[in-house]
């Protein structure tokens, strides 16, 4: 692990990091196990990968908890999976608390049970003086919800006559994200070598680089997280340019929220 965290060039982190934690399920087939056993033993994943992200000075961590599709799975499962988030927030403040992590969350959060969301607005107003960095939890979040409620936000806009719709600009519509607060992902992880984004950060991953690792999430440590980051650190990221004008100043308003 030393070996790989020393590769690493601490002056070009991602700021925002986004992970999409999958496989749990698939991972306890492979042991013979019901699926809520690899929910279980998920935290350990999600613990390394917090700590990682803080001890190597990522700004942002985001998480993909849970998407609004996941409602359509085994009652059973739902029913574990929020009871398992109400103990694993309240089981991680002492360590969040330790290293000045801040806990927020993106998401329909009031479509959530009351146990869980209970729990949640704990965890964020308990740590919200933390400054070493950011854990967004996504929660019952769509990207395509998201972008939703941004459009709706500004057509009412338009239609109280605030704002006119040949006026409007990409920044505008970030400005309306749940997201609005946070700088886009720069680098968004998949797990359990799975190719897609599932409806996560539509809008705001753009411009993000893309790693696919086929570890299952109740396997992901520290190495891989390192070894992500370390293969974003070999991209070049154009931005719509050539690799002979990289050498040029980027307008920053040419780009939706540029990291």
């Excluded at 917090?50 to 993909?64: P, Q």
């Excluded at 519509?173 to 886009?184: E, F, I, V, Y």
Aim: net charge negative; hydrophobic share 40%.
């Amino acid at each position: 692990m030393s070996e790989l965290l020393n590769k690493i060039d601490k002056n070009r982190l991602p700021r925002h990091v986004g992970v999409i934690m999958d496989g749990n399920g698939r991972w306890a087939e492979t042991q013979g196990k019901p699926r809520v056993f690899g929910h279980n033993n998920a935290i350990e994943a999600v613990r390394e990968t917090v700590e990682g992200c803080a001890e190597i000075g990522i700004e942002c961590l985001s998480l993909y908890a849970f998407s609004t599709e996941n409602w359509s799975r085994p009652v059973e499962e739902v029913g574990a999976l929020m009871e398992l988030l109400v103990n694993t927030i309240a089981g991680e403040m002492e360590t969040l608390m330790k290293n000045s992590i801040r806990l927020r969350a993106v998401g329909d959060l009031q479509g959530l049970p009351s146990p869980t969301l209970q729990a949640l607005e704990f965890g964020i107003e308990h740590t919200k003086d933390n400054d070493r960095m950011d854990l967004v939890l996504a929660l019952n979040y769509s990207g395509k919800w998201d972008i939703l409620n941004a459009t709706r936000a500004l057509a009412n806009k338009v239609a109280m006559g605030q704002i006119k719709p040949e006026n409007i600009q990409a920044s505008d519509l970030s400005a309306h994200l749940s997201t609005s607060n946070l700088p886009d992902p720069e680098l968004i992880i998949r797990t359990s070598n799975e190719h897609r984004l599932s409806n996560f950060f539509l809008w705001q991953a753009a411009y993000a680089e893309f790693y696919f690792s086929p570890v299952f999430w109740p396997e992901f440590r520290k190495p891989d997280l390192h070894r992500a980051i370390l293969d974003f650190q070999g991209r070049e990221r154009r931005f719509g340019k050539t690799s002979a004008q990289l050498g040029q100043p980027t307008n920053p308003d040419t780009i939706s929220k540029p990291l």
